[in-house]
């Protein structure tokens, strides 16, 4: 969008002191995938989007490669690496789609911890009962919230985890975007999406919302090169990087603010492919014969999850993701008594989730294989972020526990959990100087 000069018109986000965010409405993501899909063609990028990645195969914390599943060919594959970067979605959609990102799965799997797995964030804007998440961008353009019996709710300039605190506690939230003016123009693409999804056209009618988590602080701790590191952070898993969604940065802190997603994802992502590139550049790749014995491993293991037994009683991915997502609206509060109930119920989904059933045999364009593994890994992220919040006993920035309301210097540095539910810790780094980049507060 440009302003009456004609420059890119800059406005000030949520909880933000100066302009500096600008969008295209509706066109605004299309518009960042199509820059991308342009970069892809111009360095001569190659994609594989029906590849699934199953296993990480490394050697004594040093990677070698992956095995993924080729669902176009029906094959699983070996593919040999001298450095791999994750570069996927955090957790977040355990909480509505379902869609998890793999690659901090496969290598959580594959014995890296996760950190500051307690830190997530709601997303204000989301339509009631269902995954529909509305830009906040609307506030901006003039579109309101208030109650369902007309009293408004104030948000004007505060941060995005105060205004869902907000909607939180108001009786029956809902968006008003019938007067957005000339600029609801930008916005004709998400009515329309709307109202397909949900019948509700925004032109004429209010939304109702309902807070959902919509952005995952935690993940893959990396240092500042984008390494993933283990223990201590002179420690690297070597050749192995993450970015984006999948790595815990520490860009945002305790709390992100509105619009530092895409710029963490876009720094994070910068770091970790120039690191990497000159990395390999005096690397060899390793011998093949850790890789081959993981692939024969892993098309035992998916051979496994195939055979036909006995179906008079099997579990399908629907039944767990809905156990899961019921599990986790129960637990509207963070406590020792909630989350120790939540961690309950999560071993016993995660054992209906370790045999849910196979039903379709081919491997080529087997989807629901790729939802069975997306729901035993948001399981397993959903497990890890309650065993880290039990660990961090106060509250601090997204994370607020009710027996726990104020903040504790003790516990001033990164909660690390592994795969068997060990709880380590990870100092907080200063900068190259010596001093704090940002205040831990």
């Known amino acids: 969008r440009r302003d009456q000069q004609g420059l890119p018109m800059v406005r000030k986000g949520a909880g933000h002191q100066q302009p500096r965010t600008v969008d295209a409405g509706s066109g605004t993501a299309l518009g960042i995938q199509q820059v991308g899909e342009e970069?892809?063609?111009?360095?001569?990028?190659?994609?594989?989007?029906?590849?699934?990645?199953?296993?990480?195969?490394?050697?004594?914390?040093?990677?070698?490669?992956?095995?993924?599943?080729?669902?176009?060919?029906?094959?699983?594959?070996?593919?040999?690496?001298?450095?791999?970067?994750?570069?996927?979605?955090?957790?977040?959609?355990?909480?509505?789609?379902?869609?998890?990102?793999?690659?901090?799965?496969?290598?959580?799997?594959?014995?890296?911890?996760?950190?500051?797995?307690?830190?997530?964030?709601?997303h204000p804007l989301t339509i009631k009962d269902t995954n529909v998440f509305l830009p906040t961008g609307l506030l901006l353009d003039g579109?309101?919230?208030?109650?369902?019996?007309?009293?408004?709710?104030?948000?004007?300039?505060?941060?995005?985890?105060?205004?869902?605190?907000?909607?939180?506690?108001?009786?029956?939230?809902?968006?008003?975007?019938?007067?957005?003016?000339?600029?609801?123009?930008?916005?004709?693409?998400?009515?329309?999406?709307?109202?397909?999804?949900?019948?509700?056209?925004?032109?004429?009618?209010?939304?109702?919302?309902?807070?959902?988590?919509?952005?995952?602080?935690?993940?893959?701790?990396?240092?500042?090169?984008?390494?993933c590191v283990v223990g201590t952070w002179s420690r690297w898993f070597t050749g192995l990087y993450a970015a984006g969604g999948a790595a815990c940065t520490g860009f945002h802190g305790a709390a992100p603010l509105s619009g530092n997603r895409l710029l963490d994802a876009i720094s994070s992502g910068t770091s970790a492919g120039s690191e990497a590139g000159k990395w390999v550049s005096g690397r060899k790749f390793s011998a093949s014969s850790g890789l081959e014995a993981a692939l024969a491993e892993a098309e035992s293991d998916v051979s496994a999850m195939m055979e036909t037994g006995d179906e008079s009683h099997v579990v399908r991915c629907g039944t767990v993701m809905s156990s899961l997502q019921a599990a986790l609206t129960a637990t509207s509060s963070l406590s020792a008594n909630s989350m120790n109930n939540l961690h309950a119920k999560l071993e016993q989904i995660s054992i209906s989730a370790e045999s849910l059933h196979v039903d379709q045999k081919s491997l080529i364009a087997n989807t629901n294989l790729l939802e069975i593994l997306r729901a035993q890994a948001a399981v397993r992220m959903v497990t890890a972020s309650v065993q880290s919040g039990l660990a961090r006993e106060e509250s601090r920035g997204a994370f607020q526990r009710v027996d726990f309301p104020e903040s504790n210097d003790d516990y001033l540095h990164h909660i690390t959990v592994d795969r068997e539910g060990t709880v380590g810790s990870l100092a907080i780094k200063k900068g190259a100087g010596g001093h704090w980049v940002l205040p831990p507060q």
């Not at 869902?164 to 975007?177: I, K, S």
């Open 143 to 227: 579109a309101q919230l208030h109650e369902a019996s007309g009293a408004p709710i104030e948000v004007e300039n505060q941060t995005t985890q105060e205004i869902t605190e907000a909607l939180n506690a108001a009786v029956q939230p809902v968006l008003d975007a019938r007067n957005l003016g000339q600029s609801a123009a930008w916005w004709t693409s998400l009515f329309r999406l709307v109202q397909q999804r949900t019948g509700i056209d925004m032109n004429r009618q209010t939304v109702p919302l309902q807070p959902t988590v919509g952005h995952t602080l935690g993940g893959l701790p990396v240092d500042g090169h984008g390494r």
């Open 39 to 122: 970069q892809c063609m111009r360095y001569g990028v190659i994609r594989r989007g029906d590849q699934i990645p199953l296993t990480l195969v490394h050697t004594n914390q040093s990677v070698e490669g992956m095995i993924a599943l080729d669902m176009v060919n029906g094959r699983i594959i070996g593919l040999q690496c001298k450095a791999m970067i994750i570069a996927d979605e955090g957790f977040e959609g355990a909480y509505s789609s379902g869609v998890v990102g793999l690659g901090m799965d496969m290598a959580f799997r594959a014995g890296l911890t996760l950190r500051d797995m307690e830190f997530m964030a709601q």
